[in-house]
Structures are given as C-alpha cells and as structure tokens.
C-alpha cells in the first residue's frame, strides 16, 4: 500500500526536477567566488534542458550543486533544489548516496580521468550497480555487459575485461553513459559529453543519449559550451554568464531570434554554411572574475551596446517571446522605442 503511496505521490508532481534562486559560493583565501548567483529552471519528465556558456559561467558549478558533489570549499548559501517535491539541499548524505545514482546520474567531462586506471571497466560498471540496486555479482556482471550492448560497444564479454587505456576516446564515453544508466536514473546530466571527441564520434554519442531518452524515457541536462552540440536536441535553452542566466527559450528562438547581447556574441562565433567565408567575430574582453562581480549586468563590460543604467543595476527577465526569456535592458530599449514610433 505504502508502495500504490508512494507511485501516487510521484506522478503528482508536474516537474521533475525544480531549482529555484540557487546561490553556490566557494570560499576560497582570497575570498568568495560566487560561481552560481541566484538561477532558477523546471525540468519536466522526459525533457531536455540545455545549459550554455563560456567555461566559468557556472553551468557545470550548477549540475554538481544538482548532485551536491560540490568541492569541500564550495557549498549552496541560498536557494533551492527540488526533486519530485522534495528539498534535497536538506537530505543527509546516505539518502543523497541512494539519490545519486539511481535518480539523478552524471557524465563528466574527460571520461579518462573519470574512469580508475587500475581497475577494469567491468569491475568500475559492476561496482556502481551493486552500489545502487543491491544486486549480487553475478547480476551486476550480466547488468554491465548488457549495459555496454545497449550504448553500442562490441564485444562486451571482452571489454569488461579491458581497463580505461585501452579503450578509444569514443568507448570510453559510452562506457561512462553505460555507467550513468546502469540504474535506469530519471535524470541524466551529461557535463561536455562530447568535448575530448572528434566530430563524427561527437554526432554518434548525441544520437545515442537520444535514443536511450527514447527508450528509457529520462530526462537530461545537457551542459555545454557550444550551441550548435545542443541545437537539435533541447526542448528548452538557458544561456548562463557570470552564474545567472541570460536568456532562455527554445533552440528556434534562442538561434533565430537571439534578444541578448551575449548571446548574439556566441552565435556570432559559431561557424555555418552561410558565413564560410567570412572571419568569426569573437567576443571582445576576458571572461568575468567571480571574486570581483560588477553591481550591474555581469555582461555590461564586454557588451558593445551597454548602457548607463547596465553599470549599476541588474536587468530582471523580460518576455520576449511566448515561451522566451532575457535578462538585458536593450529589450527594453526597444520596446520603449517601438512605443513612441506607433505614437
């Protein structure tokens, strides 16, 4: 009955997965850097979430805040994140070992770091299964060779006796999502799945993660720095800078009608078959220091079409579109313009 309860209680909930206004701060010698300041998204059942941005925008600092894997400096000071309606900044760690896993699992960046150099992948895939689902080696042994057919590695009964070196790029990536699903989690976050791969080996992994959601029916977040990895797969786009989020909307309108500046400045970047001749326009200045963030727009001081007000306020989000979000005064510029021009 408790079982029928708890089944019920499950399904209640229209979201999966809800981050709201979450702070994450490391508290380092030469002060806080506040890596994730104040962001917030719904991820529904069976949906995918892309988040974008240059490297030290927070988009990785917000999944492991997700997986509360953060660094003993790091740590949530705000904000909070809710699986199936419950607050998991408040669990202690043995429920958050059974939620990591089995609910919630990630693909890191570098799969060879990822993965032990001594031990063998069978015995790293055999571990997290019995880790997570109680099952005796013999079944875990079958679990992971069954996990490695599904993601498309040949030969398993031989790979699982393989150790990491041994194995190309690509193969060690399957294996990590072998890994990552092993326990048939509802949500999987992929951090740069496909950064240390050549393109072809980048489009198969893509398809792959598509084709398990399918299956499986999960939901996934995909962290990325490069937009065109996530422009055919994201049902909704967030668009981080300086830890908050700048724009967010659908790949056609984050692509096609693009309403902050650095946004247009990423896509700018991004070669296409329409500007093959042409150079690409990077965007102008370094990255911004998180122990030193400006009062106003975190943008403001590489942005090309900054304004006054963008030194010394914070732009809230403005509709855009029907289902589209950004954070910069210009939207406002041009709404108020648009005003006077019908006057």
Excluded at 99 to 126: A, C, H, Y
Excluded at 160 to 171: D, I, N
């Amino acid at each position: 009955m408790a079982n029928e309860n708890e089944v019920q209680n499950e399904n209640d909930y229209n979201f999966l997965l809800e981050v709201d206004d979450l702070h994450t701060s490391f508290f380092t010698e030469n002060g806080e850097v506040r890596a994730v300041n104040g962001i917030s998204f719904k991820l529904e059942p069976g949906k995918t979430l892309g988040i974008v941005g240059e490297s030290g925008s927070g988009k990785s600092v917000t999944a492991y805040s997700i997986m509360q894997i953060l660094a003993e400096t790091g740590k949530i000071v705000k904000g909070s994140v809710t699986f199936r309606g419950e607050d998991i900044t408040n669990w202690n760690e043995k429920k958050l070992q059974e939620f990591r896993g089995s609910k919630v699992s990630i693909i890191f960046q570098d799969p060879m770091t990822s993965l032990n150099p001594v031990f063998t992948v069978g015995f790293q895939l055999e571990e997290a299964v019995r880790l997570h689902t109680g099952k005796s080696k013999e079944e875990a042994k079958k679990r992971a060779i069954e996990m490695l057919t599904l993601v498309g590695v040949n030969e398993p009964e031989s790979r699982v006796k393989q150790y990491p070196h041994e194995l190309s790029g690509g193969m060690r990536q399957r294996v990590m999502i072998a890994m990552a699903l092993a326990c048939e989690p509802d949500i999987l976050i992929a951090d740069e799945p496909t950064t240390a791969l050549d393109v072809t080996i980048q489009a198969q992994i893509l398809e792959l993660m598509q084709e398990l959601q399918k299956k499986m029916g999960m939901s996934i977040i995909m962290v990325t720095h490069d937009l065109g990895v996530i422009a055919s797969m994201c049902d909704e786009i967030l668009v981080m800078y300086g830890g908050r989020i700048c724009e967010r909307g659908t790949a056609d309108e984050i692509f096609y009608h693009p309403c902050h500046e650095y946004t247009k400045g990423l896509l700018r970047s991004i070669p296409k078959q329409d500007n093959m001749g042409e150079k690409l326009v990077p965007i102008g200045g370094t990255p911004i220091n998180l122990l030193n963030m400006p009062k106003g727009c975190a943008f403001c001081p590489r942005c090309e079409n900054a304004m006054k007000i963008c030194l010394t306020e914070q732009p809230d989000e403005y509709w855009v579109g029907d289902n589209h979000l950004a954070s910069c005064f210009m939207n406002m510029k041009d709404l108020v313009e648009n005003r006077e021009g019908r006057q």
